[in-house]
């Protein structure tokens, strides 16, 4: 809701500004609860109450609120998922990934859950991962587009902070691709320097430092140093370099059935997509407040679904019909997922895990409410059962072509004197 009542404000007031929002209860067109809206934050050293959040998503979304208030929102970010899946599916066969099965991956994951919740809730989540999406692909062409690559490095920030890694991450890619061409590199750089300095500067005189996070409750009276320390300075939290996938109630593994297919297309041209999903690992690790938040599963790693994708449609290349059978069990639990909050039967952000069939079962996955020994056992069985089933997968790789069906016999040839073989 603070994403909105910023667009309110912003329609209303032409500022970010949420006093007289809160005051004259502005927010009662979209929050239609027994209670009034609560403050996230405090206010700012001059008065002025700030939502805690960039930007970037309010200002995103703000013709379609004045057009057509939340359900206008939420139809716009319908229309960004289809997209970002769009572009993943293109970045798919970018990577040499069969047509086939990227389009598998982009619908599963898309339609799946978490996808096809986060498509229309009011998360910077779906168009971070158009623009991780659409970062990859202008990374990785042969052709430079770089005021396009210069305008996908700058939106990201405006989305979250957050995304500032995922930024770096595709502009490097992309200078590293065209470093011979210092007029590629100029063009991109440039202005993406100039709105990288205006990013600090509006920040530093809006917030008070880096991140808009300082205006949070949580972190109210903190600088900019103090808040990062606090974020990479918890060890508690490495457990959510696996929690992310593994947890009984948040992990995407419960959700996604097809995911744990992305470890099957690890290989060396899929490291970029490899390293783009790590991203977002640590960012749910040691950038989010927690991972286990008001909010449907898998949201840390929804702008790192692009390139799940990617690596989803590898391993759908070497185990097509396991691929087939886990993406149909995940657009099921998707589809479940769909109608029973429709009907009431589950609440999105409060306890979907009490969805049921075809939800996997609970006491499958470790539940990290709790860390001793029934948690380390259950993390321990996933990783050998994972590990079991990539050295059974690499047999199998080893016996199947790149279109995915088994080679055909070798014919015996005779021998060809050196001297008249054809070079390589």
Do not use: C
């Not at 063009?187 to 008070?208: D, E, N």
């Not at 790192?304 to 759908?316: K, T, W, Y």
């Amino acid at each position: 809701p603070f994403y909105l009542l910023t667009a309110q404000s912003l329609r209303s007031d032409g500022d970010l500004d949420l006093w007289d929002d809160y005051r004259n209860e502005e927010y009662r067109s979209f929050w239609d609860a027994d209670i009034p809206l609560w403050k996230q934050m405090t206010p700012a050293p001059d008065g002025r109450l700030l939502s805690p959040h960039d930007p970037g998503l309010s200002l995103l979304t703000l013709p379609a609120y004045a057009l057509g208030g939340l359900r206008g929102v939420q139809r716009l970010l319908v229309v960004v998922w289809a997209l970002a899946m769009a572009l993943s599916t293109l970045l798919a066969i970018r990577f040499r990934a069969p047509p086939a099965a990227a389009v598998l991956a982009a619908i599963a994951v898309g339609a799946g859950a978490p996808g096809i919740v986060y498509a229309s809730q009011v998360y910077p989540e779906a168009p971070a991962a158009l623009l991780v999406a659409a970062g990859l692909l202008l990374a990785t062409n042969a052709k430079p587009r770089p005021l396009l690559m210069a305008a996908t490095v700058v939106a990201l920030p405006w989305l979250g902070s957050k995304y500032i890694a995922l930024a770096a991450l595709v502009a490097a890619v992309f200078a590293y691709q065209h470093r011979q061409d210092r007029r590629t590199l100029a063009l991109a750089a440039v202005p993406a320097a100039l709105a990288g300095a205006h990013y600090l500067w509006w920040h530093l005189h809006t917030f008070g430092g880096l991140t808009p996070y300082g205006t949070n409750i949580v972190y109210s009276g903190e600088g900019t140093a103090q808040i990062f320390g606090e974020h990479l300075g918890q060890g508690g939290r490495s457990y959510r370099l696996y929690g992310l996938f593994l947890d009984a109630r948040f992990g995407l593994f419960r959700w996604l059935p097809l995911a744990p297919l992305a470890l099957f297309g690890l290989a060396r041209r899929t490291l970029l997509p490899a390293a783009t999903v790590l991203i977002t690992v640590l960012i749910g690790t040691f950038v989010s407040v927690t991972m286990m938040g008001w909010w449907f599963p898998g949201r840390m790693l929804i702008a790192g679904l692009p390139a799940l994708v990617v690596l989803i449609a590898h391993g759908a290349r070497r185990l097509p019909k396991t691929a087939a059978a886990l993406a149909a069990w995940s657009l099921a639990i998707g589809a479940a997922t769909a109608w029973s909050a429709h009907h009431g039967g589950i609440r999105l952000a409060v306890d979907p895990w009490t969805l049921g069939a075809p939800l996997p079962p609970h006491w499958l996955f470790p539940d990290f409410r709790r860390f001793g020994l029934p948690q380390v056992a259950a993390s321990l069985a996933w990783a050998a059962a994972l590990l079991a089933a990539l050295l059974a997968a690499a047999r199998v790789g080893r016996s199947i072509a790149p279109n995915g069906q088994a080679p055909p016999p070798r014919r015996q040839l005779p021998r060809v004197p050196r001297l008249l073989r054809p070079a390589d």
